[in-house]
């Protein structure tokens, strides 16, 4: 009878007795920790650039194009022999820091290829035959 006495003198001074909030357990979720493969490259065919730069100031285009993961195919036959020597210089350069490749297919022309493009066979001879460069 006194917790009644004492709950409504409480009550008529504006005090309320707090209660105690019970916490319920929050479900654990757990999450997959496992990477996820996911294909990048949506583009099946891959272009293949030819460029016939006359100046060597369009080797930067060449550049770019390797930049941007894109093979191209240079042919330098345009060009006089010093300048030509420059183009390929400035190339395998840029081929170097983008952990490319450059290969030769014949005399002045070169198959510049980024690091995402595998070069394998004899690239000399299908492309001598498919030029018919011979």
Same mark, same amino acid.
């Given at each position: 009878?006194?917790?009644?006495?004492?709950?409504?003198?409480?009550?008529?001074?504006?005090?309320?007795?707090? /209660?105690?909030?019970?916490? %319920?357990?929050?479900?654990?979720?757990?999450?997959? !920790? !496992?990477?996820?493969?996911?294909?990048?490259?949506?583009?099946?065919?891959?272009?293949?650039?030819?460029?016939?730069?006359?100046?060597?100031?369009?080797?930067?285009?060449?550049?770019? /194009?390797?930049?941007?993961?894109?093979?191209?195919?240079?042919?330098?036959?345009?060009?006089?022999?010093?300048?030509?020597? !420059?183009?390929?210089?400035?190339?395998?350069?840029?081929?170097?820091?983008?952990?490319? /490749?450059?290969?030769?297919?014949?005399?002045?022309?070169?198959?510049?290829?980024? /690091? *995402?493009?595998?070069? %394998?066979?004899?690239?000399?001879?299908?492309? *001598?035959?498919?030029?018919?460069?011979?």
């Amino acid at each position: 009878m006194s917790s009644k006495v004492i709950d409504k003198i409480m009550s008529f001074l504006g005090i309320e007795e707090e /209660e105690e909030e019970i916490q %319920t357990p929050q479900p654990v979720v757990s999450y997959d !920790r !496992r990477p996820k493969v996911v294909n990048i490259h949506t583009n099946p065919q891959i272009k293949v650039l030819i460029s016939k730069p006359e100046k060597f100031e369009q080797v930067l285009s060449i550049c770019n /194009e390797l930049k941007s993961k894109k093979p191209v195919i240079v042919d330098l036959q345009k060009m006089d022999k010093s300048e030509a020597q !420059r183009v390929v210089d400035f190339l395998s350069g840029a081929v170097y820091a983008l952990n490319g /490749e450059i290969t030769k297919i014949s005399g002045y022309i070169f198959l510049v290829a980024p /690091e *995402n493009f595998d070069v %394998t066979g004899d690239i000399k001879e299908e492309v *001598n035959a498919l030029y018919n460069l011979n």
